[in-house]
């Protein structure tokens, strides 16, 4: 994995190797020890009376699925068709949203503002929101325009408002994160001139550093015409928030920046004989002309002329500027040129060599998958781009689609390791695709713990699913080892598989129950971070529970319909795992003469 997924999930991979590591050197050393140490000889085992009533439950169900066989595969096959289409159903997302304990209010003012009226709109904001949320909030503060060290360019228009919120315990307004930020959004609808967007900070940052997007959504439109950027990209905004789950849709600002627009007067500067390139220096000085450089050392400095601050204030003092004629005249800039102030471009970025318009928007009460893809469908049938524009879609929906990428490799990867394993293990393909089949009926198992739990599937669900697929096949292999070692010893098809189903109806549990009671913390903790754990615990508790009913009732099925019509010519001890059937013999002559599992007892 890369990108944020990545340092996510590494640290727990690793984790789990150096375990499993750890585990595998004890169970080889240490454990043989304790063993012999604290095992005594010739004590008989007994099971407990809740292994012998899990028993007496099971049989019949075993005896029924062996009799309809047929019938069992056939709702094993439909189980895995249904639980096909409730995959599409799911949704999707890229990981779910962290609940950072703080918001981001990102206002967006008219361009030109003052620093005057952008603070006295930001002490209004943090007023407001103190008096109506007084349980929920406990700091608030505000930044404007760019900081002295400006990794993040913002005009002064641009204000950043930072609440940070009190307990869940205390709150009386909302009960979760999401609905308390639409009640602000409510309590600041009614302000006038201004655009917010709601975010949290460390969200915020990451989808500013990796997509340029604030937003979970950003629509990127690229063009060359500004005008014909600003007509489209008002359409595509008007598009998307007439999709449900949308919020806080706002254009990028593109206009409000007032510009002191100069247009030499050709008619006029020909009357007076002033050349027009004599205007156009007087209008650069304006800004400031360079004039020579300073030399400190090795260090140099540019040293620039400028015009007097009081020639620089509006469009009059502007134009009482004085022009020198060839005859000596000194005429007013006002009199040989057009000077008006007009609204120009506050911001023009670009992107792949074009310039670019982002409309963003954040997606609530619903997947970011649907959403997105909604959105695509919407703006292709209704906003009609000329040629030589086109949309892209950024934002944490580009992170999705690159790490859906990665695990299209990673999945088939980890299954293929899986399958050579298996046959590595039994020596027979037919065997490990046995085992083999807890895999789909693992995903049967996650697909339905999310949409139990109304979840969509996220990053951190396909790790879930990536883990799932090695875990699942833990009680397959408990059962096909037990039922080749009985093979071996020469027992036939039927008996072997009903007697390992029942002496190893335990193991099989204990595999399922260690490995799901482990994520059952994950799956149940509410605390920061528990987000991207749930989906994870889910997909694998809900997949070890139906691999475990696989392993149980279908596997022997499957073993009977296609294992070995007699009994294995295999000398005894030989098969794999020898020590999987417990040492379990059934009595001789059970050949053909009755014999049924629980005889022994």
Known sequence: MEGIEGKLFRPMALTVMFALAGSLALSLTLMPVLAGLGLRRGRAHRDNRLVRALKWAYRPVLRGALRWRWAVVAAALLVLGNAAYLATRLGSEFVPRLLEGSLVINTVRLAGVSVDE????????????REKF??????VWTRTGSAEVATDPMGIELSDVF????????WRRAATQDELVERMAAELSGMPGMRIVFTQPIEMRINEMIAGVRSDVGVKLYGDDFEVLREQARAIESVLRAIPGAADVVVEQLTGQPVLEIVVDRDAIARHGIPAAEVLETVEALGGRRAGSLQEGERRFAVALRLEDRYRGDADAVG?????????????LASLAAIRTVEGPSTINREWGKRRVVIQANVRGRD???????AREAIASKVSLPPGYFVRFGGQFEHYERARDRLFIVVPMALALILVLLYVTYGRVLDAVRVFTGVPFAAVGGIVALWLRDLPFSISAGVGFVALAGVSVLGDMVLVSTIRQLLARGMALRDAVLHAAETRLRPVLMTALVASLGFVPMALNTGIGAEVQRPLATVVIGGVISSTLLTLVVLPVLYTLLGPAKPSSEPEGSAPDARAGGGAKPPSGSEGSGWTPGDEE
């Not at 952008?118 to 929101?129: A, W």
């Not at 609440?163 to 205390?170: G, M």
């Not at 500027?321 to 005249?329: D, L, R, T």
């Open 134 to 139: 007084p349980d929920e909030i406990e700091r």
């Open 368 to 374: 970011l998958g649907s959403f997105v893809a909604e």
């Open 163 to 170: 609440l940070t919120l009190k307990p869940r315990e205390a």
């Open 118 to 129: 952008s603070v006295r709109y930001g002490l209004q904001l943090e007023r407001i929101l």
């Open 320 to 332: 009482r500027i004085p022009v020198v004629a060839a005859n000596g005249q000194r005429l007013p």
